[in-house]
């Protein structure tokens, strides 16, 4: 009889979350560099774009357009307009218009998916740039509070079946995420309201200080002060992206989810709602 064969290995993911204002103004050249960072030739990029923000932001499709002529290395295939909001998730649809264009476009494992919006589309996305080719490079361009500063900075991507909230789903490291501030100008109040809960959930669990500075804040933050703002986006991404790679258990194999307080009662809200309530809004009643 033969032994058993075993084998063990480990594999390192790296992966950055940049911040700035103005992405596709055709002065600013980080997305140009992080592409350029990793292959100093013609990359194909498709778009995915959230309907709601394509429409608070009526010349950003167009700006990429020239962002990518201006910069030879962009190969713009598409960029491809889908639901926003939860609707997303809920919809196969969307995903297989996805899978079709890469398929279409001939999209890569070299080459990237782009995926521009709130927190539903952005695991819809990744869910399905994951799933093409055994996986796309994805570089995340979260839109919302709560996209920057919760989901779209994690390695989780989903979709919704069965009505139940992120049944089908891969862990997927982002190639990278960009956090522009100009898209939260245009934000409901309601989102912009949702989105702190995230971070308070990791203040609770993980920073009595930063606990501290969003309660002395919260006028600020409610007022809508930039300032305060992006500090709590910042703090609280780099608190959820140091648990992640310090805390032992990335992928979540155990049961020990200490970034889900909050979330187990929050899902089930959220869909007893048919989605009407927000996720953040959710987390909040959750925590």
Known sequence: ??????????????????????????????????????????????FVVDSGVSKAHPTLLSAIGSYCEKYKNLVHTESLVVQGGETSKNNEAYVTAILKAINDYAICRHSFVVAIGGGAVIDMVGFAAAIAHRGVKLIRIPTT???????????????????????????????????????????????????ISEALKVALIKDAVFFKYVEENAEKLRNRD????????????????????????????GSSRPLDFGHWSAHKLEQMTNYELRHGEAVAKGI
């Open 1 to 46: 009889m033969y032994k058993p064969i075993e084998q063990d290995f480990k594999i390192s993911y790296q992966y950055k979350l940049h911040f700035t204002e103005g992405l596709f103004d055709v002065r600013n050249s980080l997305f140009r560099d992080i592409i350029r960072d990793y292959k100093d030739e013609p990359v194909k990029l498709l």
């Open 226 to 253: 930039m300032e305060a703002m992006q500090y709590t986006i910042y703090r609280c991404a780099e608190i959820h992206m140091d648990h992640i790679a310090q805390g032992g258990d990335p992928f979540e194999s």
């Open 145 to 195: 509070v709560l996209s920057q500063n919760d989901s779209a900075v994690g390695v989780k991507n989903s979709v919704n079946y069965f009505g139940k909230k992120n049944f089908i789903g891969t862990f997927a490291p982002a190639y990278a995420i960009i956090n522009d501030v100009n898209f939260l100008t245009t934000l409901e109040q309601r989102d912009w309201i949702a989105g």
